[in-house]
């Protein structure tokens, strides 16, 4: 009997935390930014700027990136632009090299990760704002001025804008996007009540005086660098004005970004322990939303296996409606693109897959990160006009 109310509890405990993590919390973050906000004091101002591009093999992007970035609204002569060639071993530096009468300066680095590769160039770097962008996303002309506008603030150490997902033409595609739309409206509201997590890691900028070495071996650069700025009592906002523009990513993809992203989080947990208590002023949306995503999978977990000792009928109608959301995500393989069912079926595959993934991040416990780094690949289309 005992074993039976425990397993009892178990499966409330761990039915309460998922609906916690994934409807309470957001419903909670709403209000609170309705309640709380702490608007950010944006105003017109020009500083100089370091614009850092990392790129690892990225013939096919590097031309138009650096057509983008010369194409931002902001004062040519307050403006760097580097590129840090991190052991390419295709035409990426003979192009970045035809730009160099635009002022366009090429640092190369043998093959290292990534971290070190900003390293370097935040060392070089001489603007008051570091603006970083990955090397795939198009930039739109105003968003370098948005977040420069930020820190007129003196509480803004940090500002990140929105990278805007380009409209998926299959249902997999767009659940990969609402899904990233869902992660932009809890950040926009983290930024309205003080702070988000890290930062949109194509589309952002941080006082440089705030930029401290990462080690190698750092995952998230974005998240890594902006915590040192937190914890300095900046603010990290998020500004949706700012925007770059990125190609939808199958599932699969997703799944390798997302596994990485999830080790990373444990990765920035054990450099930065004081997340997780009092001493992070946000202790309680870290552990709600950042935290609680990579518990999620194993209080699924929880839920399944508790269900088996639950008593008649609950235990069956637990089991029942935890495997008919299971076989609708399974059904997605097989169901018609355009059809009704592919409607339901393709985010419920979206929500399982990003689960396995949080399940595998706990890998970075015991294998390098290094491991965890694959290229991001999209479907060869062209940015569509904004």
């Not at 002023?281 to 977990?301: C, D, E, N, Q, Y």
Request: include cysteine; aromatic fraction near 10%; proline fraction near 5%.
């Amino acid at each position: 009997m005992m074993w039976t109310d425990g397993m009892a509890w178990l499966f409330v405990g761990a039915a309460l935390f998922i609906v916690y993590v994934l409807a309470g919390y957001p419903l909670l973050l709403g209000w609170l930014a309705r309640r709380a906000a702490r608007p950010v004091r944006k105003q017109r101002v020009r500083k100089t700027v370091s614009v850092i591009v990392p790129v690892s093999d990225g013939e096919r992007w590097i031309a138009g990136k650096l057509e983008s970035v010369l194409a931002l609204d902001y004062p040519r002569e307050l403006i760097e632009i580097a590129v840090v060639s991190n052991g390419c071993r295709d035409r990426t530096e003979e192009i970045v090299a035809e730009f160099a009468v635009h002022g366009v300066e090429l640092l190369r680095l043998e093959a290292a990760d990534k971290a070190l590769a900003i390293n370097h160039a935040v060392e070089r770097a001489k603007g008051e704002i570091l603006f970083f962008t990955d090397v795939r996303q198009r930039l739109d002309p105003g968003c370098l001025a948005e977040l420069v506008d930020c820190f007129a603030d003196p509480e803004v150490g940090v500002a990140s804008g929105e990278a805007v997902i380009l409209e998926g033409t299959t249902h997999e595609e767009a659940s990969v996007g609402l899904y990233r739309r869902y992660e932009n409206w809890i950040r926009d509201k983290l930024s309205r009540i003080d702070s988000v997590f890290g930062a949109t890691g194509c589309i952002w900028a941080m006082r440089r005086e705030l930029a401290a070495p990462m080690p190698a071996g750092t995952l998230l650069d974005d998240v890594h660098l902006p915590l040192a700025a937190f914890f300095r009592g900046y603010r990290l906002i998020f500004d949706g004005s700012a925007k770059a523009f990125d190609y939808p990513t199958a599932l699969d993809i997703e799944f390798r970004r997302k596994v990485r992203t999830l080790a990373g989080v444990y990765q920035v947990i054990g450099a930065y322990p004081a997340l997780l208590g009092p001493a992070n002023r946000m202790w309680i949306h870290f552990v709600s939303h950042k935290f609680g995503r990579l518990l999620l999978p194993w209080a699924l977990l929880a839920t399944a296996i508790s269900s088996l000792f639950l008593p008649w009928p609950w235990g069956m109608a637990a089991l029942a409606s935890q495997a008919a959301f299971y076989a609708l995500a399974a059904a997605d393989a097989w169901a018609a693109e355009g059809g009704a069912l592919k409607q339901a079926s393709s985010p419920a595959r979206t929500f399982v897959v990003l689960m396995a993934a949080a399940a595998c991040a706990v890998s970075i416990l015991v294998a390098p990160g290094s491991r965890l780094w694959k290229p991001t690949e999209v479907r060869p289309a062209t940015p569509q006009k904004h």
